[in-house]
């Protein structure tokens, strides 16, 4: 069992886990602050929607779905609410959709960067709060609310976090894995399956990025680079740091919410300092982890 000052709990635990190979864990870095107004010109293309405290959700899908997914939207903002010290605003809208050509023409007014064979995720800030506009690759698409909603808060918290890509995509795939108990609280039972095994097939082919340049990896240079490295790589590093040296991740999200954590070096000096090990020795280490977890 993992405490983090921020939320109540994370529970690690063993649990069946559905193999879906997500071609990539997020769209894009999206840009925060695009300064567009309201996407209220679209509402009328979406028959369902559904209220729950901060959360407003369209769907053109179901009035289930609808109602299913603003309820976990609502579950995924109150718990980003405990652990990050700045909220993106004080609510959140995010629009389903399965029509491509809607989609399509909301994404030329909310452009984003896209990655071949990504997620379809975009989203716009209207200088209040956050609309999200998303396909769902998979029915329940809970594991996009926990992806992306994390880069909001993290970013809302620690706008430099744009500059540390590593644990930006890192922390949303560990948050991604997880689902939430009846009192609310998340259960990160094991890394995403599909990634994991990237992960262990770049391993064995000895053709893993380099841990201190992973770390070192500024925002252009991550997002152009083979994602099933980045991602992965990011990702096992992640779960490595929450189960190896818990107390270490304590102080990086303490030093992030009280603003001390502004660079990528001085994230490094954070994890160095606190884990009391080198790169080298941290890299030996995360790799072993991810080859020998399940």
């Keep these: 069992m ?11 635990r063993m649990r069946k886990t559905i193999f879906i190979f997500l071609v990539c864990a997020a769209a894009s870095a999206l840009p925060v602050s695009s300064g567009a107004d309201t996407a209220g010109g679209f509402d009328r293309h979406f028959r369902y929607h559904s209220a729950d405290g901060p959360v407003m959700l369209y769907s053109d899908i179901s009035d289930e779905f609808t109602k299913n997914h603003a309820r976990h939207a609502r579950l995924v903002w109150d718990y980003y609410h405990r652990i990050f010290s700045r909220p993106p605003g004080n609510r ?3 629009y389903y959709t399965k029509d491509q050509k809607l989609y399509d023409k909301i994404l030329k007014r909310y452009p984003t960067i896209t990655m071949e064979g990504a997620r379809q995720v975009t989203a716009n800030w209207t200088g209040k ?3 999200w506009f998303i396909i769902p690759y998979t029915t329940p698409d809970y594991g996009t609310q926990l992806h992306e909603i994390s880069h909001d808060f993290l970013y809302f918290t620690c706008p430099e976090s744009e500059n540390f890509p590593w644990f930006k995509e890192g922390s949303a795939m560990y948050y991604e894995s997880g689902s939430f108990r009846a009192d609310g609280n998340l ?3 094991r890394p995403l ?3 994991h095994q990237l992960f262990r097939d770049w391993a064995e082919k000895r053709q893993l990025i380099p841990l201190g340049t992973l770390l070192r990896m500024e925002r252009n240079e991550f997002y152009h680079a ?3 490295k980045t991602y992965s790589q990011s990702m096992i590093f992640f779960f490595y740091l929450a189960e190896r040296h818990p107390e ?6 303490s030093g992030i919410n009280e603003r001390k954590i502004r660079s990528g070096s001085v994230l490094m000096e954070y994890i160095i300092r606190s884990a009391g090990k080198n790169v080298t020795a941290m890299e030996r280490e995360y790799i072993d982890y991810g080859n020998t977890t399940r």
């Design 2 to 12: 993992i405490n983090f000052p921020m939320p109540k709990v994370f529970i690690f």
């Design 92 to 94: 959140i809208i995010l």
């Design 129 to 131: 709060y956050r609309e």
């Design 187 to 189: 259960i990160v039972a």
């Design 193 to 195: 399956p599909s990634y």
């Design 226 to 228: 083979d994602y099933t």
């Design 248 to 253: 270490t991740l304590k102080k990086v999200f």
